[in-house]
């Protein structure tokens, strides 16, 4: 059974960098040929698509976003990282990694982790 | 991209059916046949209930179902039960230019 395991910190500073990485287990990265993404949901708030990376290495982002995202991939520790720069309160939110297929279904989602920017 | 428009509640007693829209743009759901469903309890991660506008995964009720109109996504929920209660979220491809992915706003359902 395919897991995704979210860990960072948990306090960010305002003005600094948000940086998440995603384990996976019980699936490679590279050899599937599915995105692996970031999804946040702000407290009380509903779901916003962050951006995902595909299995040949290729990325994208929402394009609110793009300006301050970075997402890459550790093949060698099937790890998935998510860096989010120059972060606000408004970025304050429940970040998951999740699975998805290329017809954009999220068919694995990890438990999510919350991340508060705060001085 | 905006986000998809989803009501902000729905409710419905034990047994009866309810439809949660999902109306979005010709860039998005009326593109694609590709809106999926999920169902978020209280703390939990969401959870695929249809994808690709109408498929239900393995191990999901047949209770669940989806449809499109134009640019309007459905979830219907027939037979309500108690552990339907829960916020569902629609979401769709939308990359006519770049790759895209939007949301709904979440709709809350409420089984009295």
């Known amino acids: 059974q395919l897991q995704l395991q979210e860990s960072g910190p948990g306090l960010v500073k305002p003005s600094e960098t948000l940086s998440l990485t995603c384990t996976v287990s019980?699936?490679?990265?590279?050899?599937?040929?599915?995105?692996w993404g970031w999804i946040r949901q702000p407290p009380g708030k509903g779901l916003e698509w962050i951006g995902s990376?595909?299995?040949?290495?290729?990325?994208y982002y929402n394009p609110s976003l793009k300006s301050r995202v970075t997402i890459s991939v550790d093949t060698s520790k099937n790890q998935f990282s998510l860096k989010l720069s120059s972060v606000t309160a408004a970025d304050t939110a429940v970040y998951y990694c999740?699975?998805?297929?290329?017809?954009?279904?999220?068919?694995?989602w990890g438990q999510g982790t919350l991340v508060t920017v705060s001085s | 991209q905006s986000a998809l428009t989803q009501p902000a509640s729905v409710s419905g007693s034990p047994g009866q059916s309810i439809t949660i829209s999902c109306t979005g743009t010709?860039?998005?759901?009326?593109?694609?046949?590709?809106v999926s469903w999920y169902q978020q309890h209280p703390g939990k991660a969401p959870k695929l209930m249809i994808y690709e506008g109408i498929k239900r995964p393995s191990g999901v009720s047949d209770r669940f179902s989806g449809s499109k109109s134009g640019n309007t996504a459905s979830l219907t929920i027939s037979g309500l039960q108690p552990e339907d209660e829960a916020d569902y979220y629609c979401c769709s491809y939308a990359g006519r230019r770049n790759f895209d992915v939007v949301f709904g706003g979440g709709t809350q359902l409420t089984v009295l």
């Open positions: 999740a699975r998805h297929t290329t017809t954009v279904t999220v068919d694995y």
């Open positions: 990376i595909y299995s040949s290495g290729s990325t």
């Open positions: 019980d699936d490679s990265i590279s050899s599937s040929n599915y995105y």
């Open positions: 010709s860039s998005d759901v009326g593109s694609y046949n590709l």
